[in-house]
Structure formats: C-alpha cells, structure tokens
Nanobody
Framework: QVQLVESGGGLVQPGGSLRLSCAAS????????MGWYRQAPGKQREWVAA???????NYADSVKGRFTISRDNAKSTVYLQMNSLKPEDTAVYYC?????????????????WGQGTQVTVSS
C-alpha cells in the first residue's frame, strides 16, 4: 500500500558525502514518521535516523553530527544527508515508513521498506 523508492547511493571516499532520497507513494506521507536503517553484510539491520511527521529528527549515536535527516512533504520524500563518511558506514540503506515511537525511539513498520540502496565508503 505504501511503496518506497530509494536513490542516491554509490561509492564515495572516506570523508566524502552522499545524499540519499526516499520517495513514498500515496497520500499519507505527511502524517508518517519516517526512518532510515542500514545493514552491512553479516550484520543485523540497524537504525540510523528517524524523523517525525512534524520534522523533528533523531539519530543513532554512530551518525550523530554527521548525518542529517529531513523531509519534503510536498514531494513525499525523505532525505538522508551523509557527511564525513567512514568505511564503517558501508551498508545497504533502507527507508522505512509509518513507524512508531516508543519511549522516544523509532520502531519500524515492518510492512513498509524500501528496496535499499548501496552505500560504499572506500578509498
């Protein structure tokens, strides 16, 4: 019912930047909390950042100060600006729609994932 299309991944050198985009279908975007997750080979998917329907962001400690999540409700799109990238940021990045906050933390809606976009940070 909600389809998410991600773009913007690629290969970047350490210290470089990428901007990921996630475009959502449907008319409900403006009321969805949105999240970004990533998964490296052999590791579990981990939460990276989330943003409320009102635009309030939250970040994992590992990316705080380097990544910025934002949204454009007119375009039904959420962004992840990734600066000062490190090799350990290498992963497939996934967008999630309509998650929930419990105790101040974002939990994904397991029905609504993007296809993932590969981010590789390497020299």
């Amino acid at each position: 019912q909600v389809q998410l299309v991600e773009s913007g991944g690629g290969l970047v050198q350490p210290g470089g930047s990428l901007r990921l985009s996630c475009a959502a279908s449907g008319s409900g975007f403006s009321i969805y909390a949105m999240g970004w997750y990533r998964q490296a080979p052999g590791k579990q998917r981990e939460w990276v950042a989330a943003i409320t329907s009102g635009g309030s962001p939250n970040y994992a400690d590992s990316v705080k100060g380097r990544f910025t999540i934002s949204r454009d409700n007119a375009k039904s799109t959420v962004y992840l600006q990734m600066n000062s990238l490190k090799p350990e940021d290498t992963a497939v990045y996934y967008c999630n729609a309509d998650g929930r906050y419990y105790s101040g933390r974002y939990y994904p809606n397991l029905d609504y994932w993007g296809q993932g976009t590969q981010v590789t940070v390497s020299s």
